[in-house]
Protein backbone atom coordinates (compact mmCIF):
# COMPACT_ATOMS: atom_id res chain seq x y z
CA UNK A 1 0.00 0.00 0.00
CA UNK A 2 1.64 3.78 -0.66
CA UNK A 3 1.84 5.54 1.62
CA UNK A 4 0.48 9.24 1.48
CA UNK A 5 1.81 12.61 2.47
CA UNK A 6 0.09 12.45 6.06
CA UNK A 7 1.12 9.39 6.83
CA UNK A 8 4.53 10.30 6.14
CA UNK A 9 4.24 13.19 8.55
CA UNK A 10 2.99 10.98 11.02
CA UNK A 11 5.96 8.76 11.26
CA UNK A 12 8.18 11.76 11.19
CA UNK A 13 6.49 12.92 14.00
CA UNK A 14 6.91 9.80 16.05
CA UNK A 15 10.48 9.89 15.54
CA UNK A 16 11.16 13.41 16.50
CA UNK A 17 9.24 12.75 19.76
CA UNK A 18 10.78 9.65 20.62
CA UNK A 19 14.48 10.48 19.09
CA UNK A 20 14.47 14.40 21.17
CA UNK A 21 12.23 13.32 23.80
CA UNK A 22 9.49 16.10 22.82
CA UNK A 23 6.37 15.91 25.72
CA UNK A 24 3.43 15.15 24.11
CA UNK A 25 1.84 17.61 25.94
CA UNK A 26 3.66 20.19 24.68
CA UNK A 27 1.57 22.82 23.51
CA UNK A 28 4.23 24.57 21.18
CA UNK A 29 5.07 21.45 19.56
CA UNK A 30 3.44 20.91 16.01
CA UNK A 31 3.75 19.56 12.28
CA UNK A 32 4.08 23.31 11.03
CA UNK A 33 6.36 24.42 13.82
CA UNK A 34 9.92 25.54 12.53
CA UNK A 35 12.15 22.35 14.48
CA UNK A 36 15.27 24.38 14.47
CA UNK A 37 14.55 27.87 15.64
CA UNK A 38 12.43 26.47 18.03
CA UNK A 39 15.47 24.14 19.36
CA UNK A 40 13.48 20.68 18.74
CA UNK A 41 16.35 19.24 16.31
CA UNK A 42 19.86 20.25 17.02
CA UNK A 43 22.75 20.25 14.46
CA UNK A 44 23.54 16.44 15.40
CA UNK A 45 19.75 15.86 15.52
CA UNK A 46 19.76 17.36 11.30
CA UNK A 47 22.61 14.64 10.37
CA UNK A 48 20.40 11.66 12.42
CA UNK A 49 17.10 13.42 10.37
CA UNK A 50 18.32 13.06 7.24
CA UNK A 51 19.85 9.48 7.91
CA UNK A 52 16.44 8.21 9.23
CA UNK A 53 14.15 9.84 6.38
CA UNK A 54 17.05 8.19 3.63
CA UNK A 55 16.97 4.67 5.38
CA UNK A 56 12.70 4.33 6.25
CA UNK A 57 12.30 5.75 2.75
CA UNK A 58 14.99 4.64 0.53
CA UNK A 59 15.22 8.05 -1.30
CA UNK A 60 17.86 10.21 -1.53
CA UNK A 61 17.23 13.81 -0.23
CA UNK A 62 19.57 16.87 -2.24
CA UNK A 63 21.57 19.27 -0.95
CA UNK A 64 19.45 21.99 -2.70
CA UNK A 65 16.21 20.42 -0.08
CA UNK A 66 18.01 20.89 3.27
CA UNK A 67 18.43 24.49 2.46
CA UNK A 68 15.00 25.02 1.22
CA UNK A 69 12.40 26.66 3.92
CA UNK A 70 10.57 23.49 3.18
CA UNK A 71 12.99 21.16 5.54
CA UNK A 72 12.41 23.21 8.37
CA UNK A 73 8.88 21.64 9.49
CA UNK A 74 7.39 17.61 9.51
CA UNK A 75 4.71 19.03 6.78
CA UNK A 76 7.03 20.70 4.70
CA UNK A 77 9.71 17.96 5.05
CA UNK A 78 7.06 15.44 4.71
CA UNK A 79 6.21 17.06 1.18
CA UNK A 80 10.05 16.76 0.10
CA UNK A 81 9.99 13.24 1.23
CA UNK A 82 6.70 12.70 -1.04
CA UNK A 83 8.12 14.48 -3.96
CA UNK A 84 11.96 12.88 -4.16
CA UNK A 85 9.55 9.24 -4.11
CA UNK A 86 7.38 10.58 -7.03
CA UNK A 87 10.37 11.48 -9.20
CA UNK A 88 12.55 8.63 -8.64
CA UNK A 89 8.85 6.88 -9.94
CA UNK A 90 8.51 9.22 -13.28
CA UNK A 91 12.66 8.26 -13.93
CA UNK A 92 11.51 5.02 -14.06
CA UNK A 93 8.61 5.06 -15.86
CA UNK A 94 5.99 3.96 -12.97
CA UNK A 95 4.08 5.09 -10.04
CA UNK A 96 5.47 5.79 -6.90
CA UNK A 97 7.06 3.32 -5.09
CA UNK A 98 7.12 4.72 -2.00
CA UNK A 99 5.38 2.00 0.64
CA UNK A 100 4.68 2.66 4.49
CA UNK A 101 7.52 1.05 6.35
CA UNK A 102 8.04 -2.40 7.91
CA UNK A 103 6.88 -1.76 11.62
CA UNK A 104 10.25 -3.92 12.72
CA UNK A 105 12.74 -1.84 10.48
CA UNK A 106 10.94 1.39 12.44
CA UNK A 107 11.39 0.24 15.21
CA UNK A 108 14.84 -1.02 14.95
CA UNK A 109 15.80 2.09 13.26
CA UNK A 110 13.93 4.14 16.38
CA UNK A 111 16.37 2.15 18.91
CA UNK A 112 19.47 2.95 17.03
CA UNK A 113 18.93 6.37 16.61
CA UNK A 114 17.80 6.90 20.01
CA UNK A 115 20.78 5.33 21.23
CA UNK A 116 23.49 7.01 18.67
CA UNK A 117 25.12 9.41 21.07
CA UNK A 118 27.84 10.51 19.83
CA UNK A 119 31.30 10.05 22.08
CA UNK A 120 34.95 9.98 22.18
CA UNK A 121 35.37 6.41 20.05
CA UNK A 122 32.47 7.96 17.59
CA UNK A 123 34.77 10.51 16.53
CA UNK A 124 38.17 9.12 16.78
CA UNK A 125 38.56 9.05 13.37
CA UNK A 126 39.36 12.17 11.03
CA UNK A 127 36.87 11.34 8.77
CA UNK A 128 34.30 11.63 10.61
CA UNK A 129 35.65 14.41 12.83
CA UNK A 130 36.54 17.11 9.74
CA UNK A 131 33.00 16.00 7.97
CA UNK A 132 31.32 19.51 7.00
CA UNK A 133 27.50 19.68 8.29
CA UNK A 134 25.17 19.39 5.91
CA UNK A 135 22.87 22.66 7.27
CA UNK A 136 24.50 24.52 9.98
CA UNK A 137 23.00 27.93 9.51
CA UNK A 138 19.73 26.64 10.77
CA UNK A 139 21.02 25.21 14.19
CA UNK A 140 22.30 27.41 17.18
CA UNK A 141 25.86 28.10 17.02
CA UNK A 142 27.75 25.09 18.66
CA UNK A 143 29.82 25.14 21.40
CA UNK A 144 33.68 23.73 21.52
CA UNK A 145 35.27 22.75 24.80
CA UNK A 146 38.97 22.64 25.57
CA UNK A 147 39.73 19.79 27.78
CA UNK A 148 37.33 17.99 29.99
CA UNK A 149 38.44 18.39 33.87
CA UNK A 150 36.77 20.18 36.16
CA UNK A 151 35.94 23.22 34.05
CA UNK A 152 35.28 22.11 31.34
CA UNK A 153 33.13 19.05 32.29
CA UNK A 154 31.32 22.07 34.60
CA UNK A 155 30.74 23.85 31.31
CA UNK A 156 29.26 20.59 29.12
CA UNK A 157 26.75 20.57 32.35
CA UNK A 158 25.81 24.12 32.32
CA UNK A 159 24.92 24.18 28.90
CA UNK A 160 23.25 20.54 28.84
CA UNK A 161 19.59 20.84 27.65
CA UNK A 162 19.65 23.91 26.23
CA UNK A 163 19.40 23.07 22.78
CA UNK A 164 23.21 23.76 21.99
CA UNK A 165 25.54 21.12 20.50
CA UNK A 166 28.39 20.81 22.56
CA UNK A 167 31.94 19.50 21.55
CA UNK A 168 34.70 18.43 24.17
CA UNK A 169 38.39 18.42 22.53
CA UNK A 170 40.32 16.34 24.94
CA UNK A 171 44.19 15.76 24.77
CA UNK A 172 44.17 12.74 27.52
CA UNK A 173 42.17 10.02 26.96
CA UNK A 174 41.92 9.31 30.60
CA UNK A 175 40.36 12.05 31.91
CA UNK A 176 36.91 12.25 33.36
CA UNK A 177 35.23 14.40 31.14
CA UNK A 178 35.93 11.87 28.50
CA UNK A 179 32.75 9.75 29.69
CA UNK A 180 29.88 12.59 30.07
CA UNK A 181 26.40 11.76 28.52
CA UNK A 182 26.28 15.64 28.02
CA UNK A 183 28.94 16.06 25.30
CA UNK A 184 30.31 14.91 22.33
CA UNK A 185 33.88 14.44 23.11
CA UNK A 186 36.82 14.15 20.27
CA UNK A 187 40.21 13.39 20.74
CA UNK A 188 42.32 15.97 19.59
CA UNK A 189 46.17 17.74 20.32
CA UNK A 190 47.29 19.54 23.86
CA UNK A 191 47.30 23.47 23.52
CA UNK A 192 50.58 23.31 25.61
CA UNK A 193 52.58 20.64 23.61
CA UNK A 194 51.34 20.76 20.27
CA UNK A 195 49.72 24.57 19.78
CA UNK A 196 50.26 24.33 15.88
CA UNK A 197 48.33 20.62 15.23
CA UNK A 198 45.26 22.10 17.40
CA UNK A 199 44.83 25.01 15.24
CA UNK A 200 44.96 22.57 11.98
CA UNK A 201 42.97 20.66 13.72
CA UNK A 202 40.00 22.94 14.47
CA UNK A 203 40.78 25.44 10.87
CA UNK A 204 40.00 21.62 9.30
CA UNK A 205 36.69 21.51 11.58
CA UNK A 206 35.79 24.69 10.56
CA UNK A 207 33.36 23.59 8.08
CA UNK A 208 31.18 21.69 10.06
CA UNK A 209 31.49 23.69 13.31
CA UNK A 210 31.55 27.43 11.73
CA UNK A 211 30.56 29.66 13.97
CA UNK A 212 31.21 27.63 17.35
CA UNK A 213 32.01 29.07 20.90
CA UNK A 214 35.24 28.29 21.86
CA UNK A 215 35.86 28.21 25.64
CA UNK A 216 39.50 27.52 27.20
CA UNK A 217 39.88 25.96 30.53
CA UNK A 218 43.30 26.73 30.96
CA UNK A 219 45.89 29.65 30.93
CA UNK A 220 47.90 27.81 27.91
CA UNK A 221 44.34 27.39 25.82
CA UNK A 222 43.75 31.05 26.36
CA UNK A 223 47.38 31.77 25.43
CA UNK A 224 46.51 29.05 22.59
CA UNK A 225 43.74 31.37 21.20
CA UNK A 226 45.26 34.43 21.10
CA UNK A 227 48.51 33.22 19.43
CA UNK A 228 46.11 31.93 16.92
CA UNK A 229 43.81 34.53 17.05
CA UNK A 230 44.01 35.89 13.22
CA UNK A 231 43.55 32.89 11.63
CA UNK A 232 40.62 31.12 13.79
CA UNK A 233 38.57 34.31 14.82
CA UNK A 234 37.14 34.26 10.88
CA UNK A 235 35.42 30.82 11.90
CA UNK A 236 34.93 30.80 15.33
CA UNK A 237 33.82 32.85 18.64
CA UNK A 238 36.44 32.91 20.88
CA UNK A 239 35.91 33.42 24.58
CA UNK A 240 39.09 35.30 25.42
CA UNK A 241 39.66 38.97 26.47
CA UNK A 242 40.84 41.44 24.22
CA UNK A 243 44.73 41.42 23.36
CA UNK A 244 45.22 44.66 24.31
CA UNK A 245 43.64 43.63 28.13
CA UNK A 246 44.67 40.04 27.89
CA UNK A 247 48.83 40.58 28.19
CA UNK A 248 47.86 43.13 31.16
CA UNK A 249 46.08 40.68 33.13
CA UNK A 250 48.38 37.51 32.61
CA UNK A 251 51.66 39.43 33.53
CA UNK A 252 51.20 39.68 37.59
CA UNK A 253 53.17 42.79 37.81
CA UNK A 254 51.56 44.28 34.95
CA UNK A 255 48.27 43.66 36.65
CA UNK A 256 49.49 45.34 40.27
CA UNK A 257 50.78 48.21 38.59
CA UNK A 258 47.27 48.95 37.29
CA UNK A 259 45.42 47.85 40.47
CA UNK A 260 47.21 50.50 42.32
CA UNK A 261 46.45 53.24 39.72
CA UNK A 262 43.24 52.02 40.28
CA UNK A 263 43.17 52.40 43.83
CA UNK A 264 43.06 48.84 44.26
CA UNK A 265 44.80 47.38 47.49
CA UNK A 266 47.68 44.73 46.52
CA UNK A 267 50.52 43.09 48.33
CA UNK A 268 53.57 44.67 48.32
CA UNK A 269 55.62 43.25 45.33
CA UNK A 270 58.63 43.20 43.88
CA UNK A 271 59.91 41.96 40.71
CA UNK A 272 63.76 40.32 40.89
CA UNK A 273 65.51 39.46 37.68
CA UNK A 274 68.79 38.10 39.36
CA UNK A 275 70.23 36.47 42.15
CA UNK A 276 72.12 40.05 43.22
CA UNK A 277 68.61 41.39 43.21
CA UNK A 278 67.34 39.36 46.32
CA UNK A 279 69.48 41.61 48.93
CA UNK A 280 66.53 43.78 48.55
CA UNK A 281 63.67 42.05 49.95
CA UNK A 282 64.50 41.56 53.52
CA UNK A 283 64.06 45.76 53.65
CA UNK A 284 61.63 46.24 50.90
CA UNK A 285 59.28 43.12 51.46
CA UNK A 286 60.39 41.35 54.58
CA UNK A 287 60.29 37.72 56.15
CA UNK A 288 57.95 35.27 55.58
CA UNK A 289 57.56 36.05 51.70
CA UNK A 290 55.72 34.78 48.66
CA UNK A 291 57.80 33.85 45.50
CA UNK A 292 55.70 33.10 42.30
CA UNK A 293 55.89 33.72 38.63
CA UNK A 294 55.37 36.61 36.65
CA UNK A 295 53.06 34.27 34.37
CA UNK A 296 51.92 31.64 36.05
CA UNK A 297 52.71 29.07 32.81
CA UNK A 298 56.55 29.78 33.66
CA UNK A 299 56.41 27.30 36.25
CA UNK A 300 55.11 24.74 34.19
CA UNK A 301 57.11 24.28 31.31
CA UNK A 302 60.10 21.61 30.91
CA UNK A 303 62.88 23.89 32.66
CA UNK A 304 61.17 24.09 36.11
CA UNK A 305 62.57 21.64 38.57
CA UNK A 306 60.48 18.40 38.72
CA UNK A 307 60.93 18.73 42.64
CA UNK A 308 58.64 21.49 42.37
CA UNK A 309 56.23 19.95 40.04
CA UNK A 310 52.64 21.66 40.05
CA UNK A 311 53.63 24.40 42.60
CA UNK A 312 51.29 27.60 42.38
CA UNK A 313 54.03 29.72 44.89
CA UNK A 314 56.81 29.25 47.26
CA UNK A 315 56.78 30.93 50.88
CA UNK A 316 59.79 31.10 52.33
CA UNK A 317 61.44 32.35 55.88
CA UNK A 318 64.51 33.32 55.10
CA UNK A 319 66.74 35.34 52.82
CA UNK A 320 69.43 31.93 52.65
CA UNK A 321 66.00 29.97 51.69
CA UNK A 322 65.05 32.56 49.42
CA UNK A 323 68.55 32.31 47.65
CA UNK A 324 68.25 28.59 47.73
CA UNK A 325 65.03 28.06 46.02
CA UNK A 326 65.77 31.56 43.75
CA UNK A 327 68.24 29.07 42.29
CA UNK A 328 66.26 26.74 41.49
CA UNK A 329 63.50 28.49 39.94
CA UNK A 330 65.67 30.66 37.63
CA UNK A 331 66.38 27.65 35.47
CA UNK A 332 62.33 28.15 33.85
CA UNK A 333 62.56 32.14 34.33
CA UNK A 334 64.81 34.59 36.19
CA UNK A 335 61.74 36.87 36.43
CA UNK A 336 59.88 36.61 39.46
CA UNK A 337 57.64 38.01 41.93
CA UNK A 338 58.32 38.31 45.29
CA UNK A 339 55.56 39.17 47.57
CA UNK A 340 54.05 40.35 51.51
CA UNK A 341 53.11 36.75 53.07
CA UNK A 342 49.71 37.88 53.93
CA UNK A 343 48.81 35.52 57.07
CA UNK A 344 45.15 33.56 57.46
CA UNK A 345 43.68 30.32 56.36
CA UNK A 346 42.45 29.27 53.35
CA UNK A 347 38.89 30.77 54.17
CA UNK A 348 40.97 34.77 53.89
CA UNK A 349 40.83 34.22 49.80
CA UNK A 350 37.61 35.18 48.11
CA UNK A 351 36.23 35.48 44.73
CA UNK A 352 34.21 37.39 42.34
CA UNK A 353 33.30 35.17 39.81
CA UNK A 354 31.29 36.36 36.43
CA UNK A 355 30.91 37.40 32.77
CA UNK A 356 31.50 41.30 31.39
CA UNK A 357 30.78 42.55 28.45
CA UNK A 358 32.05 45.20 26.29
CA UNK A 359 32.12 47.80 28.85
CA UNK A 360 33.19 45.80 31.46
CA UNK A 361 29.76 45.90 32.94
CA UNK A 362 28.94 42.18 35.09
CA UNK A 363 26.19 40.47 32.97
CA UNK A 364 26.31 38.03 36.11
CA UNK A 365 28.30 37.14 38.45
CA UNK A 366 28.29 35.17 42.08
CA UNK A 367 31.05 35.92 45.02
CA UNK A 368 32.31 33.09 47.06
CA UNK A 369 35.09 32.03 49.36
CA UNK A 370 37.73 28.78 50.00
CA UNK A 371 37.00 26.69 52.68
CA UNK A 372 40.22 24.26 52.03
CA UNK A 373 42.71 24.21 49.45
CA UNK A 374 45.03 22.06 49.03
CA UNK A 375 48.15 22.91 49.37
CA UNK A 376 47.23 24.77 52.37
CA UNK A 377 49.31 27.82 51.32
CA UNK A 378 49.17 28.46 47.76
CA UNK A 379 47.02 25.64 45.99
CA UNK A 380 43.80 24.75 44.43
CA UNK A 381 40.20 24.99 46.16
CA UNK A 382 38.75 21.82 47.04
CA UNK A 383 36.09 23.40 49.18
CA UNK A 384 34.43 26.63 48.01
CA UNK A 385 31.17 27.86 49.33
CA UNK A 386 29.23 30.83 47.90
CA UNK A 387 28.28 34.01 49.89
CA UNK A 388 27.55 37.16 49.74
CA UNK A 389 30.74 40.16 49.12
CA UNK A 390 29.07 42.97 48.23
CA UNK A 391 32.29 44.69 49.36
CA UNK A 392 34.38 43.76 46.49
CA UNK A 393 32.51 44.18 43.59
CA UNK A 394 32.85 47.99 43.38
CA UNK A 395 37.18 47.44 43.15
CA UNK A 396 36.61 44.85 40.62
CA UNK A 397 34.53 46.65 38.20
CA UNK A 398 36.61 49.61 38.60
CA UNK A 399 39.90 47.74 38.03
CA UNK A 400 38.60 45.62 34.78
CA UNK A 401 37.14 49.16 33.48
CA UNK A 402 40.57 50.51 33.87
CA UNK A 403 41.97 47.26 31.96
CA UNK A 404 39.33 47.13 29.70
CA UNK A 405 38.09 43.76 30.10
CA UNK A 406 35.60 41.68 28.10
CA UNK A 407 35.08 38.04 28.65
CA UNK A 408 35.02 35.74 31.91
CA UNK A 409 36.77 36.85 35.12
CA UNK A 410 37.52 34.81 37.90
CA UNK A 411 38.79 38.29 40.19
CA UNK A 412 40.75 36.67 43.63
CA UNK A 413 41.35 38.42 47.04
CA UNK A 414 42.69 37.80 50.20
CA UNK A 415 41.50 39.39 53.40
CA UNK A 416 44.48 40.80 55.16
CA UNK A 417 43.89 40.31 59.04
CA UNK A 418 45.86 42.95 60.19
CA UNK A 419 44.38 46.16 58.07
CA UNK A 420 40.82 44.48 57.31
CA UNK A 421 41.80 45.07 53.47
CA UNK A 422 40.72 42.50 50.17
CA UNK A 423 44.19 42.89 48.59
CA UNK A 424 44.40 41.45 44.50
CA UNK A 425 46.23 38.14 44.13
CA UNK A 426 45.03 37.32 40.60
CA UNK A 427 42.85 37.50 37.66
CA UNK A 428 42.08 34.44 35.76
CA UNK A 429 40.50 35.38 32.17
CA UNK A 430 38.76 32.14 31.68
CA UNK A 431 36.68 29.93 33.89
CA UNK A 432 37.62 28.15 36.43
CA UNK A 433 37.62 24.96 38.45
CA UNK A 434 34.75 25.62 40.71
CA UNK A 435 32.59 27.89 38.31
CA UNK A 436 29.71 26.12 38.25
CA UNK A 437 29.04 26.72 42.39
CA UNK A 438 27.62 29.79 40.00
CA UNK A 439 24.80 27.22 38.81
CA UNK A 440 24.18 26.16 42.28
CA UNK A 441 23.51 29.77 43.94
CA UNK A 442 21.39 30.57 40.67
CA UNK A 443 23.89 32.74 38.28
CA UNK A 444 24.74 30.43 35.25
CA UNK A 445 27.56 32.35 33.80
CA UNK A 446 28.62 29.86 30.87
CA UNK A 447 25.08 30.45 29.35
CA UNK A 448 25.60 34.08 29.67
CA UNK A 449 28.61 34.05 28.19
CA UNK A 450 27.29 31.69 25.91
CA UNK A 451 24.73 34.08 25.09
CA UNK A 452 26.13 37.19 25.02
CA UNK A 453 28.87 35.85 22.26
CA UNK A 454 26.35 34.49 20.04
CA UNK A 455 24.90 37.56 19.95
CA UNK A 456 21.14 37.06 22.39
CA UNK A 457 19.71 39.70 24.52
CA UNK A 458 21.54 39.57 27.55
CA UNK A 459 20.45 41.88 30.35
CA UNK A 460 22.19 42.54 33.52
CA UNK A 461 21.11 40.96 35.99
CA UNK A 462 21.36 40.69 39.90
CA UNK A 463 20.23 38.04 41.90
CA UNK A 464 20.40 36.90 45.69
CA UNK A 465 23.56 34.41 45.96
CA UNK A 466 21.66 30.98 47.27
CA UNK A 467 24.17 29.74 49.56
CA UNK A 468 26.06 26.86 48.48
CA UNK A 469 29.05 24.56 48.71
CA UNK A 470 31.40 23.22 45.76
CA UNK A 471 33.62 20.03 46.57
CA UNK A 472 36.09 18.78 44.45
CA UNK A 473 35.88 15.21 45.79
CA UNK A 474 38.83 13.70 44.74
CA UNK A 475 41.21 16.34 46.11
CA UNK A 476 39.57 16.44 48.93
CA UNK A 477 40.28 12.83 49.77
CA UNK A 478 43.86 13.64 49.58
CA UNK A 479 43.76 16.30 51.58
CA UNK A 480 41.84 14.50 54.46
CA UNK A 481 44.49 10.91 53.72
CA UNK A 482 47.39 13.61 53.92
CA UNK A 483 45.89 15.70 57.03
CA UNK A 484 44.85 12.35 59.09
CA UNK A 485 48.44 11.08 58.62
CA UNK A 486 50.15 14.55 59.72
CA UNK A 487 47.59 14.13 62.74
CA UNK A 488 46.06 17.85 61.63
CA UNK A 489 42.44 17.78 60.94
CA UNK A 490 39.30 20.09 62.76
CA UNK A 491 37.02 17.37 61.45
CA UNK A 492 34.02 19.41 63.26
CA UNK A 493 34.65 22.53 62.01
CA UNK A 494 35.07 21.46 58.80
CA UNK A 495 31.99 19.50 58.94
CA UNK A 496 30.42 22.45 59.78
CA UNK A 497 31.25 23.79 56.75
CA UNK A 498 30.11 21.55 54.04
CA UNK A 499 26.72 21.26 55.23
CA UNK A 500 23.74 21.99 53.12
CA UNK A 501 23.34 22.32 49.68
CA UNK A 502 26.16 20.75 47.77
CA UNK A 503 27.48 20.19 44.00
CA UNK A 504 30.57 18.33 43.55
CA UNK A 505 33.54 18.64 40.44
CA UNK A 506 33.31 15.25 39.02
CA UNK A 507 30.00 13.55 40.69
CA UNK A 508 26.60 14.26 39.17
CA UNK A 509 23.57 12.59 39.69
CA UNK A 510 21.94 13.13 36.17
CA UNK A 511 25.93 12.32 34.59
CA UNK A 512 27.31 9.76 37.04
CA UNK A 513 29.57 7.84 35.22
CA UNK A 514 32.53 10.00 34.72
CA UNK A 515 32.56 9.58 38.51
CA UNK A 516 32.58 6.11 38.82
CA UNK A 517 34.90 5.85 35.95
CA UNK A 518 37.61 7.83 37.42
CA UNK A 519 37.24 6.27 40.80
CA UNK A 520 37.81 2.85 40.00
CA UNK A 521 39.96 3.49 36.99
CA UNK A 522 42.25 6.31 38.57
CA UNK A 523 41.88 7.41 42.48
CA UNK A 524 41.60 3.47 43.90
CA UNK A 525 44.37 2.07 42.22
CA UNK A 526 46.54 5.28 42.92
CA UNK A 527 45.66 5.18 46.83
CA UNK A 528 46.20 1.70 46.64
CA UNK A 529 49.34 1.63 44.39
CA UNK A 530 50.39 4.30 47.46
CA UNK A 531 49.54 2.02 50.32
CA UNK A 532 51.44 -0.91 48.84
CA UNK A 533 54.34 1.14 48.09
CA UNK A 534 54.68 2.60 52.02
CA UNK A 535 54.36 -0.80 53.07
CA UNK A 536 57.01 -2.19 50.95
CA UNK A 537 59.71 0.68 51.83
CA UNK A 538 58.91 0.21 55.70
CA UNK A 539 58.22 -3.38 56.91
CA UNK A 540 56.92 -3.25 60.52
CA UNK A 541 57.20 0.47 60.51
CA UNK A 542 53.41 0.45 61.61
CA UNK A 543 54.04 -1.86 64.81
CA UNK A 544 57.78 0.51 65.51
CA UNK A 545 54.93 3.33 65.64
CA UNK A 546 52.84 2.00 67.51
CA UNK A 547 55.39 0.77 70.40
CA UNK A 548 56.96 3.93 70.09
CA UNK A 549 53.72 5.99 70.54
CA UNK A 550 53.82 7.59 74.03
CA UNK A 551 51.23 6.95 76.58
CA UNK A 552 50.29 10.58 76.06
CA UNK A 553 49.49 10.04 72.70
CA UNK A 554 45.60 10.52 72.79
CA UNK A 555 45.42 13.95 70.75
CA UNK A 556 46.16 11.39 67.91
CA UNK A 557 42.84 8.70 68.84
CA UNK A 558 41.12 12.13 69.25
CA UNK A 559 41.81 13.08 65.97
CA UNK A 560 40.83 9.74 64.46
CA UNK A 561 37.19 10.09 66.46
CA UNK A 562 37.18 13.34 64.77
CA UNK A 563 38.00 12.16 61.22
CA UNK A 564 35.24 9.58 61.51
CA UNK A 565 32.75 12.51 62.36
CA UNK A 566 33.57 13.84 59.61
CA UNK A 567 34.14 11.15 57.20
CA UNK A 568 31.41 8.95 57.93
CA UNK A 569 28.45 11.99 57.75
CA UNK A 570 29.96 12.70 54.24
CA UNK A 571 29.98 9.20 52.93
CA UNK A 572 26.15 8.68 54.31
CA UNK A 573 24.96 12.28 52.26
CA UNK A 574 27.07 10.96 49.58
CA UNK A 575 25.35 7.71 49.28
CA UNK A 576 22.07 8.74 50.46
CA UNK A 577 22.54 11.47 46.80
CA UNK A 578 23.62 8.91 44.90
CA UNK A 579 21.05 6.23 45.67
CA UNK A 580 17.75 7.75 46.46
CA UNK A 581 17.83 10.69 43.87
CA UNK A 582 19.37 7.72 41.23
CA UNK A 583 16.59 5.87 42.32
CA UNK A 584 13.84 8.60 42.01
CA UNK A 585 15.40 9.67 39.18
CA UNK A 586 16.22 6.16 37.35
CA UNK A 587 13.42 6.00 34.81
CA UNK A 588 14.75 9.40 33.05
CA UNK A 589 18.22 8.12 33.65
CA UNK A 590 18.05 4.58 31.82
CA UNK A 591 14.72 6.12 29.28
CA UNK A 592 17.22 6.61 26.46
CA UNK A 593 18.17 3.08 26.47
CA UNK A 594 14.90 1.92 25.70
CA UNK A 595 12.89 1.21 22.88
Same mark, same amino acid.
Given at each position: ?????? %??A???E?????????? +??????????????????????????????????????????????E???? !?????? +????????????????T??QP?????????????????? $??????P %???????P?Y????P????L?????????????A?? =???L?????????Y???????????????????????????????E?????????????V???????????????? !??????????????????????? $????????V?????R?L???P???????? +???????H??????P?????????R????K??????????????R?????????D?????????????????L??F?A????????????????????????????????????????A?? %???????? =????????????????R???? !??????W? $??????G??????????????????? $???????????????????L??????P??????????????????????????????????R???????????????????????????????????????Y???????????????????
Amino acid at each position: MAVSQR %EIAEILERFIRSRFRVP +VKDPLFSQTVDLFDSGYVDSVGVVELISFLESTFKIKIPEESLFSTEFTTI !SGISGI +VLGRAAAIASACGGASTLRQPDPRTSRCLRFIMRNATPN $AKNFSSP %ERMNKPHPIYRDAAPPVIILNLSYSGLGIARDLAGR =GVRLIGLSSDRKIYGNFSRFCEVRFAPSSQDEPERLAEFLLQSAGELNGAVIFPTSDFDVLFLDHFRVSLEPHYRL !SVPPRRCLFQVMDKYALFCEAIR $AGVPVPRTVVVHSHRELAQIPEAIGFPCV +VKPVWSFHWRNGNFPETLKDTKALRLDSLKELETRYAEVAAASARVLVQEWIPGDADRIVVLGGYFNESSEPLSYFTARKIVQSPDDFGTGCVVESVELPEILTPTVKLLRDLGYQGMAEV %EYRQDPRT =GEYKLIEINTRHWDWHRLGSA !SGVNVSWT $AYCHLTGKPVNPTRVPILQATWIAED $ALFYYLLKAIFARRLNARKLWRRVKGPRIYGIFDRKDPLPFFRYWVQTVIPRVAKKLFDELRRKPGGAARRKRSRPKSSHDFRGESRRTGALVLPLAQSFIYEVVLYDLLDGVNLISPFLG
